[in-house]
């Protein structure tokens, strides 16, 4: 499994861009999951599932006839290290991750100035390549437009050699 990120400030157009690459990767044929991090409180499953969490069991699964949901609850632990999490993924080709801005894993940066949030690449080694729709002045990594989803998941496939065994 190779690990790649998505990572920027809120509302910088991360998700927009996942929801846009996750079907160009998959129809690549690349097995595809994700981690999105939140600041909210991800609310998963109907009133039932967050029942028998708020109820105290640490794990509540979810199955129905198209899917399951698993909903780890935390119960006053800390929030578990990206690493840990990532350990739950088997059988696929590609784990994107969304946000884990400081986590050591190559991500991509979009950075939208107009949000007036400095941008991470300069000062944040793991950065491999840029997507803003303006030019990044003084940093020497692969740029793509926000909307240029080809030439990103064309970077992510190669950098990531998948597809090369």
């Not at 990572?7 to 990767?25: D, F, Q």
């Not at 088997?90 to 979009?110: Q, S, T, Y």
């Not at 030019?135 to 190669?158: M, W």
Request: a negative charge; hydrophobic letters at 45%.
């Amino acid at each position: 499994m190779k690990i790649f990120g998505i990572a920027g400030w809120s509302g910088s157009g991360k998700t927009t861009l996942l929801v846009r690459l996750i079907p160009a990767l998959t129809g690549r044929g690349i097995e595809v999951a994700t981690i999105k991090h939140t600041h909210h409180n991800p609310a998963v499953g109907d009133d039932e599932s967050r029942t028998l969490a708020a109820a105290g069991a640490s794990e509540v699964m979810m199955a129905s006839p198209r899917r399951f949901a698993l909903i780890n609850e935390f119960h006053g632990a800390e929030e578990p290290p990206l690493d840990q999490l990532t350990t739950r993924f088997a059988g696929i080709d590609l784990l994107l991750i969304e946000g884990f801005k400081w986590a050591p894993h190559p991500k991509l940066e979009v950075w939208a100035p107009d949000l007036g949030k400095p941008m991470l690449a300069p000062s944040e080694p793991s950065v491999v390549a840029m997507a803003s729709d303006l030019p990044v002045p003084h940093v020497a990594l692969p740029r793509f437009h926000r909307d240029d989803v080809a030439g990103i998941s064309d970077f992510i496939v190669g950098y990531c050699r998948l597809g090369q065994g």
